[in-house]
């Protein structure tokens, strides 16, 4: 099944003649299909009344949607975020200290007024509307179908299909499960990066800022969209990122002072660096020497040692007209060189295994078996739930046997093994073709004729000449 979408009508387009995803037209012909609104809203709708029974029997759900909304409440109240390791309005069961910025408690101060439970279900059904969104500009950004596709090949059919299935994957429903942000992150980076600023918007940049004052990982983005020759939405995305800090400082100027003086370089605070499920390479090192004193330096030497080549192949993919590729490539990196990556943090598994699954029908039968190896090999990580059956916690993870360390580091593998991979195959291409045109320029001078194997010696005319050297360009 092809996933790939048609050209968007009445889109905007860039001087190159390429059209974008509008999002007005689009929820326009959503909304004149009503069965499709129906199966949208279903997850959301569930996500709302489960809510609201947790509320009414009083269920433990969202414990960190739980730490969100007492964050916002400790802020209403003027009380200190980061005095200690637990805030006055979390519940008995999400006693966990506030480690995001304090213009994150500022943006979710709407929760404050929501039970507890409701609050985890609102959280939660704006996740899902934001992995339906996220598919969607994936399908958009993918190049058009050739020749004649599946109906459930439609952008509208493999929205509704892919957001319901990705529930599979242990991030995505880890995040929801926890009442997480993640998924709406990615949906502000995605639509940021892939429509806004590549339609030339005044917004573009804006909305990374935004998701840099709530997490700061987003932050990556920045050089991102520099590098990509957006310095305007660069700046835009720094600008917001700084104008929130200046507001929050003016708001709550102990708790920001706070903040970026002492808890941010506090790793404790969000948990053992060792456990299973932190996904990085400060993760990893930390578990394989056994919480080496120089894990993490070594994790950040090893990090900045891959960057220059993160960078190469972001810009190859962006040059190569493929701007989804390239900021898959900036999204990966930052999950690996971020001290901490736990595995619901890597939804981003979800846009890569559209672009996985989008390659599967432009194959030969010769080659089919090595995308269906590749998207296959990425879902099964990402659904195996592997980081769960693994012996974790109390620091189990630093006994681990040697397929213990590689089964529990499978998610930051993805992206290396993939990116090996690629590598291989473009080296092999590069290689096959010096061969082949170092054979054709010794060929010519001892047979007397070119690579189209014609005949080009003084008796072929000019003109016969030239008509086959443009035929080669």
Known sequence: MSVTTEPEPGGAADPA????????????????????VALLALLPVLALLGGVAGWVFDWPLGVDSAVYRAGAITLVQGEPLYAGNTLGAEPFWALLPFTYPPTAALLFVPLAVLPVQVAWGVVAAVSFLALALVVRLVLATLPPPSGQVSRWASPARATLVFSVLFFALEPVWRTIFLGQIN??????????????????????????????????????????????????????????????????????????????????????????????GNQSLNGLLNRITDLAPWATTAALGIGAALAPFAVWLMLRFHRRGQPLNALLVTAFYALLVSPVSWSHHWVWAAPLIVVLVARLPATTPATAWRRWLAAGSVIVVFVSCVLLVLPNGRNLELHWEF????????YLLVPLLLTAVLGLRWWSRSRAAAGQAAAESTAAPLTG?????????PEASEEARHTRAAGRR
């Open 183 to 276: 998924l709406i992150l990615m949906a502000l980076v995605v639509l940021d990066v892939l429509l806004l600023s590549r339609r030339g918007s005044r917004w573009g940049g804006v909305l990374v800022g935004v998701a840099s004052a709530v997490k700061l990982t987003p932050l990556i983005f920045v050089p991102h969209l520099l590098f990509t020759g957006r310095v305007a939405d660069a700046l835009r995305a720094l600008g917001t990122f700084a104008g929130l800090q200046v507001l929050m400082l003016a708001l709550a100027p102990s708790d920001t002072v706070r903040f970026w003086t002492h808890t941010v370089f506090n790793a404790g605070r969000i948990g053992p660096m060792h456990w299973a």
């Open 17 to 36: 003649g390429r059209r974008y995803l509008s999002l007005r037209d689009s929820l326009g012909r959503l909304a004149v299909r009503p069965r499709s």
């Open 449 to 457: 004729r070119d690579a189209d194997g014609d005949a080009d010696g």
């Open 403 to 410: 397929w213990q360390f590689v089964l529990g580091s499978a």
